[in-house]
């Protein structure tokens, strides 16, 4: 019963992952709480946003 409810849930997930889109936006850095200042994205967050986009709000 558990192995069925994971492999369920995996097919799920990689349904899921397939109906996700590019960022409409690249992102090349991230601003700070510091005006006009911006950090160059880490290598996981580099990731992320390739994986997921971007936040359009916080």
Not at 20 to 29: A, G, R, T, W
Not at 31 to 42: Q, V
Request: proline share 9%.
């Amino acid at each position: 019963m558990i192995n069925q409810l994971i492999n369920s849930a995996q097919i799920e997930l990689d349904a899921a992952a397939t109906d996700l889109e590019p960022p409409e936006l690249p992102v090349h850095s991230i601003p700070t709480l510091e005006k006009d200042i911006y950090k160059t994205l880490s290598p996981m967050l580099q990731e992320r946003f390739k994986l997921f986009g971007h936040w359009l709000s916080c």
